[in-house]
Nanobody, 122 residues
Framework: QVQLVESGGGLVQAGGSLRLSCAAS????????MGWFRQAPGTEREFVAI????????YYADSVKGRFTISRDNAKSTVYLQMNSLKPEDTAVYYC???????????????WGQGTQVTVSS
């Protein structure tokens, strides 16, 4: 069982930065893959990034590659998403999620946080 709580969202101007955090509770956090997804109004939930259990392997959606960085601190049971050079099209609710497999499909994640709103103004 893993419980996830996101924080760090907010309003930022285009070109700015935000860092999202996802605090996890549960003994299995350190062995799970962690992903970030986002969902804008009227759209499907979209994969953003994934990190393996050790933090040594990451994978990003093309739309955020080179701008976003996913990382984790297993000692703090926290995963982060550093977002730089933000664009208005990055506006969405951002969710962290936990999975036992490497997948970009939301259906492969069994545990989800409640989401945090990110709004990028032009």
């Amino acid at each position: 069982q893993v419980q996830l709580v996101e924080s760090g969202g907010g309003l930022v101007q285009a070109g700015g930065s935000l860092r999202l955090s996802c605090a996890a509770s549960g003994r299995t956090f350190s062995s799970s893959r962690m992903g970030w997804f986002r969902q804008a109004p009227g759209t499907e939930r979209e994969f953003v990034a994934i990190i393996n259990w050790s933090g040594g392997s990451t994978y990003y959606a093309d739309s955020v590659k080179g701008r976003f960085t996913i990382s984790r601190d297993n000692a703090k049971s926290t995963v982060y998403l550093q977002m730089n050079s933000l664009k208005p099209e990055d506006t969405a609710v951002y969710y962290c999620a936990a999975s036992w497999v490497h997948t970009t499909s939301p259906g492969g994640y069994g545990y989800w946080g409640q989401g945090t709103q990110v709004t990028v103004s032009s």
